[in-house]
């Protein structure tokens, strides 16, 4: 079974309270959740692997540490783009694959309309970003999409999540560590997080 690892970093919370505010603006929605994504960078990469070259600096030849494997990020678009440039800021040579998904309001199952990933993604630690987990459909269809690809080494990281996502999840693909702030209580009836923070990529685009 996979684990399910839950940041209560200060920082992060402070921020996720002013994501979570109705009164906060597109900007500085847009801000926040780029910042959470940079914060909760260097939890999910705590294990990285890495590996040791040889290099010359001024004074001395030594030995250092470098990254082992390549780093591929993959936004669910549209929301999961928020959180790129955050993630990006202390990853800058992580290449970005996308998967575009939006879910059918009624059924609220994912529907898929565009994917493109690097050719790097075999190989590399794969980060499946979403801010939202609510029924789980999208990130679990994103994440079949990326192992249908090649992706072995596969992480999810999120902002929000509920129980009911979390399960499924975990279900789906056990073999993927669940990187999130907050589980919230749960679903309302029409499959919005509780308390959540609203329509996420609405909130970051301004299309509400
Ligand atoms: C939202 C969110 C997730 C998904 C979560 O996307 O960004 O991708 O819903 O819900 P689920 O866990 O029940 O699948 P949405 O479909 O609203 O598309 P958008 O990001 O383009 O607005
Ligand atoms: N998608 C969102 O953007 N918010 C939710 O609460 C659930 C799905």
Partial sequence: MSKVVVFDHPLIQHKMTII???ATDTKTFRENVN?????VTYEVTRDLQTK???IETPIAKTKSKILA????????LRAG???????????PTAKVG?????????????????AKFPKE??????????PMLATGGSVIAAIDRVKKAGAKDIRYVGIVGCPEG??????????VDIYMVSIDQGLNKIGYIVPGLGDCGDRLFGTK
């Fill in 20 to 22: 979570r505010d109705k």
């Fill in 121 to 130: 993604i075999v190989n590399a630690t794969v980060l499946v970003v979403d």
């Fill in 69 to 76: 494997k390549d780093v591929v990020i993959v936004p669910i």
């Fill in 166 to 175: 979390i399960e499924a999840l975990q279900k789906s693909h056990p073999d």
């Fill in 35 to 39: 910042e959470i994504g940079t914060l």
């Fill in 81 to 91: 783009l928020g959180m790129v440039d955050g993630i990006q800021k202390v990853i």
């Fill in 52 to 54: 040791e070259i040889e």
């Fill in 98 to 114: 996308h998967i575009g998904l939006y879910r059918n309001e009624e059924t609220l199952m994912p529907h898929e309309y565009y």
